[in-house]
């Protein structure tokens, strides 16, 4: 699945030594605070070849080496590990996982009966020292043999008790890491207290660890990976973890109340074959975009006491564990250049134009730069190195310039003084740049947006004829076009008798278009194609949902606390045109909408409505092109007959996926379907399941 990363060649002594050097430096940034000089599979390289030319060159090798040392020789704290705290070795795909296994079998002598396979989380190791049940004690890895401790973190890390069921004396170790909304809310209040953000969660969760005295708290999650006593601990806890499989010891870490990845979707379990393991492999790599929290691997460990104890350590790892690497989803790359754009609703958002790169299985060519304030705090110039993070779903973003690659052709990057599309000034009052003409500044296309295809599907409308009607004065936005009068379209350049006829009866069936396209052609931030459509299913009106303030807003799935004020207020902005297309008789309700049922309605009738439909609670995909009945749908269209049918449509395969419709040339997201077990119909088939609700008009 993963390809091995190429060996970094070192020639001689000096690019030897240089190569320790940057390695050591890196290590040490990495560990200290999560900031990187080099990505993951950048250091990965470097150490394979500083590995390689150790072996070539066995008298050469430098006492500051990385090899062989638990996290690349990193700080080292003052409170010793009672067991070190030691690394893993690292596989790239299924390959050499069967060689791995092939050659730890051979040493046990027998077949491996039982293999452990669990997500390798990717925050940082921590070790948890209760006694008598109590927590007393937090330390960090360091350099595996002593680590730093920080204990103060106590109290503010999820997962990890201030006390087990049980008044055992045990140290629990796992990782610490944030999740999506801790790493959120972290960002929001260190953006509060002093104007920055968090890189990633990896290095947020780094920061906060060690953070003694910070104004503010954020909080930590904590996922376990295994339990030890003491090699001198004669208690009957000790006895046991001693003798259990790994699997059952994680479920005696779940059961004193601790948190392991059994609560996750890529909870450990237990495979007697490299087949399944490969299996358990693949589904949880095909998780990964879905996880609120990072992994970068899997680990694969003996799950039996006995073969542990055999297979043994060496002086970095465990012999009896693996870690089977997943790409990178952070990388260095160089910043060619930045754009501005203007938005529809007259936002001026910088983004980044990249060296393509390939993160996380797709290929990077531009990332977002947040803002302008942004640019100017995170130091970066054109032409800089510059570290770009993209995991799952997530929109690629630049978190910072790798200063020491910096060459002294760096410039500058320049910064709009007025509005980069109709040259008017910009209100730079809030973090997030606006053209002070707002949505007007991009009439055009705002205008062009509203007449699309999947929103008022208004033909004939194109963007040099919206143009001709704002110069001469006919139309100020889009609620104006349902006004206009035969005269005035015919007195337009280039209209004749049967354009503007037909131009009319197009305006005049928009009328008719729901409410969700409608809602959908206001183009309020944050509400495309799919949000409108389940604002209008859940409001029903246009009246519903102008009167929703935000709390009855983010009754809509999908909308959270951030996206809800601002649809308020977007709407109150467009209160004018809304009332133009109510005097003009656009349609302001969804077609066969009916309220939702009240809390604590009968079941019997909540049988008697949506879930009577043939995709009532299921989650649909589409991809590659359809065929027969469905060969002339848009995707909106589509996603439109999933809804009208009961289901819901989504964009991206996941283990939530009910049902995939593949049409011809699928790819990836039928492999993925195919890898996690989801359904896959044909476009016929799905024709069928839903020829009901095929409108012939559609
Ligand atoms: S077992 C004795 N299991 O990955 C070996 N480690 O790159 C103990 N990690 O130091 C490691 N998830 O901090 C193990 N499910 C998991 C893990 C895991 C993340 C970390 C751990 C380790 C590092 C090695």
Redesign the pocket.
């Known amino acids: 699945m993963t390809e091995e990363p190429p060996i970094a060649v070192l020639a001689d002594d000096t690019a030897y030594a240089e190569a320790v050097q940057l390695a050591v430096d890196s290590a040490a940034a990495y560990y200290a605070d999560g900031t990187s000089t080099l990505d993951d599979d950048a250091y990965d390289r470097l150490a394979r070849g500083i590995q390689a030319y150790e072996e070539a060159h066995p008298e050469a090798v430098l006492a500051t080496s990385p090899t062989g040392k638990?996290a690349g020789g990193a700080v080292v704290g003052d409170v010793p590990h009672t067991v070190p705290?030691?690394?893993?070795d690292?596989v790239f795909g299924a390959g050499q996982l069967a060689d791995w296994a092939i050659s730890l079998e051979r040493r046990l002598g027998r077949p491996v009966e039982a293999w452990s396979v669990?997500?390798?989380?990717?925050?940082?190791?921590i070790s948890a020292r209760y006694r008598h049940g109590r927590l007393t004690q937090l330390v960090t890895?360091g350099d595996g043999v002593a680590g730093e401790d920080v204990s103060h973190a106590i109290g503010t890390i999820v997962g990890l008790p201030a006390r087990l069921a049980e008044p055992v004396t045990v140290e629990l170790?796992?990782?610490v890491m944030m999740t999506a909304s801790q790493f959120e809310a972290a960002c929001l209040k260190r953006q509060a207290h002093d104007g920055t953000t968090f890189a990633n969660p990896r290095s947020a969760a780094a920061g906060t660890l060690r953070a003694q005295d910070r104004p503010y708290v954020c909080e930590l999650t904590f996922?376990g990976?295994?339990a030890l006593c003491h090699s001198g601990d004669t208690s009957e806890t000790a006895a046991r973890l001693r003798e259990l499989p790994h699997s059952e010891i994680m479920a005696w870490v779940a059961a004193q109340g601790a948190q392991t990845?059994a609560v996750t979707d890529v909870g450990?379990i237990v495979a007697t074959t490299l087949e399944q393991v490969q299996e358990r492999v693949e589904q949880i790599a095909a998780k990964r975009a879905e996880l609120p929290f990072g992994?970068d691997?899997i680990?694969i460990?003996c799950d039996l006491a006995a073969d542990q104890a055999q297979a043994g350590?060496g002086t970095r790892?465990?012999r009896w564990?693996i870690?089977y690497k997943l790409p990178a989803t952070e990388k260095i790359t160089k910043l060619l250049d930045v754009e501005w754009n203007v938005g529809r609703s007259g936002i001026i958002a910088p983004r980044a134009v990249l060296e393509p790169v390939v993160l996380d299985g797709s290929t990077v060519t531009y990332a977002t730069l947040h803002n302008a304030s942004d640019i100017g705090r995170r130091g970066l110039m054109l032409g800089d190195s510059v570290v770009v993070y993209k995991a799952g779903d997530v929109i690629p973003r630049v978190e910072a310039p790798v200063v020491h690659l910096r060459t002294g052709d760096e410039r500058p990057i320049p910064i709009p003084q007025v509005c980069p599309l109709c040259g008017d000034e910009i209100d730079a009052s809030q973090e997030r740049w606006r053209c002070v003409r707002g949505r007007a500044c991009r009439v055009i296309a705002s205008i062009g947006y509203a007449a699309g295809r999947d929103q008022l599907d208004i033909e004939g409308l194109a963007e040099n004829r919206i143009q001709q009607m704002l110069d001469a004065g006919l139309i100020a936005d889009f609620a104006d076009l349902f006004f206009l009068t035969r005269e005035q379209v015919l007195g337009l350049e280039r209209m004749g008798e049967t354009s503007t006829d037909n131009l009319l009866a197009a305006i005049e069936r928009a009328k008719a278009q729901p409410l969700s396209r409608v809602f959908c052609a206001l183009g309020v931030r944050g509400t495309g194609r799919s949000m409108s459509r389940r604002i209008a299913r859940h409001f029903g009106s246009m009246d519903a949902i102008r009167a929703a303030d935000a709390e009855a807003i983010e009754a809509v799935e999908g909308i959270g606390p951030k996206k809800a004020p601002g649809v308020v207020a977007e709407l109150v902005e467009l209160a004018d045109l809304i009332e133009k297309l109510i005097k003009a008789g656009v349609t302001m309700t969804e077609p066969g909408w009916t309220p939702p049922a009240a809390p604590g309605a009968s079941a019997g009738a909540e049988a008697s409505g949506a879930s009577e439909l043939p995709l009532a609670g299921m989650s649909v995909v589409v991809t590659g092109a359809m065929s027969g009945a469905l060969e002339a749908l848009t995707r909106n269209q589509m996603n439109e007959l999933i809804e009208r049918a009961g289901g819901k449509s989504s964009s991206s395969v996941s283990a939530k996926t009910s049902l995939l419709v593949a049409g011809e040339k699928a790819g990836s997201k039928r492999a993925k379907a195919e890898a996690l077990g989801v359904p896959v119909v044909t476009s016929d088939e799905f024709a069928a399941r839903v020829a009901t609700y095929l409108q012939p008009d559609l």
């Open positions: 638990v705290m030691l690394s893993l690292n669990e997500p390798k989380l990717d925050g940082l190791a890895r170790r796992g990782e996922f990976y295994g990845p450990g992994i691997g680990v460990k350590f790892a465990p564990a870690a």
